[in-house]
């Protein structure tokens, strides 16, 4: 695959495109990360790596850990049934933006596709590397930040990004970039949390938070869990689909998120029954919209046309 112009480095073999470091961890301390986990691969299956990084970068709340590692186990079932959507697309390379750990470059390549995944954390990617060098697949991996593909127009037949949007500086930008890489008729597929969630917010496990004002939620954060909320903005569904109609005119889905069997099946019970009722209104015309509003995340999809 083609790209832009010559990466500025090589970090651990990762061409490097990055103009800005992750908004969340500094550049010294993501090649710290990703340094400690590229020794440790070696002698490490991906599951003890993966739990590796949770020890060495430890989640905001310890009860947040497991949830994360479980949440990561039924990604792969979440990524297949995006396969499954993106097939519309027609046959093509796949760009998974934000690839994280790479479930759904992997679900790529096991569909047929061709796949390059970009993240913008060093450490993400030597653990992507893990997880495909493990499973036996090929794909391309690197970095660059999500506003500034490096990438020709045109250059993929469908694009992923999920749970991606809420950390980005520019989400516009990162959406127009997600549809200029990609060719006629390509599809794109994105996840995010919803900012109005009933549920607890994900990423810090507060209620309600995403109910207060910006300023008022960053000093709780602060407050509680001793972190910096600032870089963390969850969309409501308004602000998505006005988001992804401006890059896919006439041709964009913005939809509540349910979860597939093998994730309702890791509930507990009290959450399983209150996840089986918001499918079964999910499921009444008169209350989707309403559904949609309060829902725990959101699936997008927006079509080139």
Known sequence: MRTLAEPTAHRLGFPDYRTRPPSEISWEDDLALATELERAAGRMRFAELAALLYRLRPPARPELQQRHLAHFEVEAEQAAAAMERLAAA???????????????????????????????????????????????????????????????????????????????????????????????????????????????????????????????????????LGIDYGPIRPLSYPGLRRLLAGSFPGDSEVRPGAPEPRELATFPPLKRVAARAYLALGGVPLARAAVARVAPYFVATGRRR
């Not at 809420?166 to 597929?189: C, I, Q």
């Open 90 to 224: 027609g046959p093509g390379a796949l760009l998974d933006v934000g690839c994280g750990m790479g479930r759904y470059v992997a679900a790529a390549v096991r569909a047929g596709r061709p796949a390059t995944g970009v993240d913008v954390a060093l450490y993400q990617v030597v653990l992507a590397r893990k997880l495909l060098e493990q499973e036996g697949l090929e794909a391309r991996l690197l970095l660059a930040n999500a506003e500034a593909l490096p990438f020709e127009d045109g250059a993929f037949a469908a694009a992923t990004a999920t749970d991606l949007l809420e950390h980005v500086e520019a989400p516009e930008r990162t959406v127009a970039e997600v549809g200029r890489a990609l060719g006629p008729g390509g599809m794109a597929y994105f996840t995010t949390p919803n900012r109005y969630s009933l549920t607890a917010e994900p990423h810090v496990g507060i209620w309600g938070l995403g109910y207060l004002p910006r300023s008022r939620a960053e000093r709780l954060v602060k407050r509680r």
